[in-house]
């Protein structure tokens, strides 16, 4: 049993930051802001999950390798998920907005509880291309690679890129 003063809530923060996500392995979970809570409860670490997509497989993934990890470290712990509130995009950090774009994803528009709201109509956003930054892109397929990303293709230098779709 590990003392709870060997590792800070700072310091397990950071070793949180060894976590990516499976399916955009550039993000951290800390980058998609999905660690809701860290805190010490009676004799271990509860985590607070929010995944960003519920219907994600990554999920199980990202639960398995934080287990894994923790365990490694010898730190007691207790992973806990929650759905409520939702995960937005507003959620990632400007980081994580121009790591995605380095990788070649469009990041989420920004304002998502309004544009979201269009975008369950069916209704298209401006996504820029992360290549050349042109707004005549147009989209090809609502579902990318995942789906949690939509295939979009840039009309200025006709490359096919994902957008990571606005929640
Ligand atoms: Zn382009």
């Excluded at 998502?112 to 989209?139: A, M, R, W, Y």
Aim: glycine share 2%.
């Amino acid at each position: 049993m590990v003392n709870p003063s060997t590792i800070s809530k700072d310091e397990l923060s950071i070793l949180l930051e060894q976590i990516h996500d499976p399916e955009i392995p550039v993000l951290t979970i800390q980058d998609l802001g999905m660690v809701r809570d860290v805190s010490w409860v009676n004799d271990h670490w509860k985590i607070v999950i929010t995944p960003t997509y519920t219907a994600c497989p990554a999920v199980d993934a990202i639960l398995e390798d934080i287990g894994t990890l923790l365990n490694q470290q010898n730190i007691p712990h207790q992973l806990e998920v929650t759905l409520s509130p939702a995960w937005t995009t507003d959620w990632m950090t400007q980081q994580a907005r121009q790591k995605l774009k380095a990788y070649g994803i469009a990041p989420p528009v920004e304002q998502s509880d309004h544009v979201c709201g269009i975008q369950l109509f069916q209704k298209e956003v401006t996504v820029h291309c992360p290549q050349c930054n042109s707004d005549q892109t147009s989209l090809l397929s609502s579902f990318g690679s995942t789906a949690c990303k939509a295939l979009y293709k840039c009309n200025h230098c006709l490359e096919t890129f994902d957008y990571f779709k606005c929640h």
